[in-house]
């Protein structure tokens, strides 16, 4: 893989948004690879499809690319239409997503990683204010996509801090989620919100107790149910049955670390 953009690609563009368009769709086209299928390359969609900027031929999984240049990427992405957005990531055929963090200074990639699409719920997508009277799409609505509420799990990288990781991990980590593809839109939001609890405690060894230190933060956002512990549990086991919790001892668990 080719972390150097080809900048002859951007030769005619006079732009900034322009050229950094041009250089990432470009990069993404010749060195990415299909992570769901593992197939090289991925094709391109037409311009302006709503979401969607490539699919893979072999196991026609679409994706869309977001890119940002600096030394991060930063927790919240700016995106296009809320109700586009929303609208999509509903669907039965809702993208999953590409971020590309890239040096403007020497045209390399810094980061890029994959975020599936089965970890894109309604929760993760912040609605921003419309625009003003005054503008020429006075009372549009844009959103951002806020990536702190993305667990480890479903930050899959490709390339991290400028180093290439081996495909086959890649493959392995994804997969290793695969299973939330099958359950339906809210249910994933509880696995979810239990993944990103887990995150938030250092080590790789936990308690129920600390857990149930989110019992409170879980009430507020699901207030209408009245057996959260229950719950929480409920979703410590089922991670546990899908191999990314160990059970140690009564009210014990162990991280399982995905490559």
Same mark, same amino acid.
Request: aromatic share 12%; hydrophobic share 35%.
């Given at each position: 893989?080719?972390?150097?953009?080809?900048?002859?690609? !951007?030769?005619?563009?006079?732009?900034?948004?322009?050229?950094?368009?041009?250089?990432?769709?470009?990069?993404?086209?010749?060195?990415?690879?299909?992570?769901?299928?593992?197939? =090289?390359?991925?094709?391109?969609?037409?311009?302006? *499809?709503?979401? @969607?900027?490539?699919?893979?031929? /072999?196991?026609?999984?679409?994706?869309?690319?977001?890119?940002?240049?600096?030394? *991060?990427? %930063?927790?919240?992405?700016?995106?296009? @239409?809320?109700?586009?957005?929303?609208?999509?990531? /509903?669907? !039965? /055929?809702?993208?999953?997503?590409?971020?590309?963090?890239?040096?403007?200074?020497?045209?390399?990639?810094?980061?890029?990683?994959?975020?599936?699409?089965?970890?894109?719920?309604?929760?993760?997508?912040?609605?921003?204010?419309?625009? !003003?009277?005054? @503008?020429?799409? @006075?009372?549009?609505?844009?959103? /951002?996509?806020?990536?702190?509420?993305?667990?480890?799990?479903?930050?899959? =990288?490709?390339?991290?801090?400028?180093?290439?990781?081996?495909?086959?991990?890649?493959?392995?980590?994804?997969?290793? $989620?695969? =299973?939330? *593809? +099958?359950?339906?839109?809210? +249910?994933?939001?509880?696995?979810?919100?239990?993944?990103?609890?887990?995150?938030?405690?250092?080590?790789?060894?936990?308690?129920?107790?600390?857990?149930? !230190?989110?019992?409170?933060?879980?009430?507020?956002?699901?207030?209408?149910?009245?057996?959260?512990?229950?719950?929480?549990?409920?979703?410590?086991?089922?991670?546990?049955?899908?191999?990314?919790?160990?059970? $140690? +001892?009564? %009210?014990?668990?162990?991280?399982?670390?995905?490559?």
């Amino acid at each position: 893989m080719n972390l150097n953009f080809d900048v002859r690609k !951007a030769d005619g563009y006079s732009s900034n948004s322009q050229i950094a368009r041009v250089l990432t769709e470009n990069w993404v086209k010749e060195n990415s690879f299909c992570p769901n299928c593992g197939h =090289f390359h991925l094709s391109e969609f037409e311009n302006n *499809r709503p979401v @969607a900027d490539f699919f893979c031929k /072999n196991c026609s999984e679409e994706y869309e690319l977001k890119s940002k240049g600096g030394n *991060r990427l %930063g927790e919240k992405i700016m995106d296009g @239409a809320y109700s586009t957005m929303i609208e999509r990531i /509903n669907s !039965a /055929n809702n993208p999953s997503f590409f971020f590309l963090n890239y040096n403007r200074n020497n045209w390399s990639v810094n980061n890029f990683l994959m975020i599936p699409k089965h970890y894109f719920v309604p929760e993760i997508i912040i609605k921003r204010k419309p625009l !003003a009277v005054t @503008a020429r799409r @006075a009372g549009w609505v844009g959103c /951002n996509i806020d990536l702190s509420k993305i667990p480890e799990s479903g930050r899959i =990288f490709i390339v991290k801090d400028s180093k290439e990781i081996p495909k086959n991990k890649v493959e392995i980590k994804l997969q290793s $989620t695969s =299973f939330l *593809r +099958s359950q339906k839109l809210d +249910s994933r939001g509880w696995i979810m919100d239990i993944m990103n609890c887990i995150d938030k405690i250092q080590g790789d060894n936990f308690t129920l107790e600390q857990m149930y !230190a989110f019992e409170n933060k879980l009430r507020v956002k699901y207030p209408e149910n009245n057996h959260i512990k229950d719950k929480i549990r409920q979703q410590l086991q089922y991670l546990r049955d899908k191999g990314l919790l160990e059970f $140690t +001892s009564r %009210g014990n668990y162990k991280k399982i670390k995905i490559l």
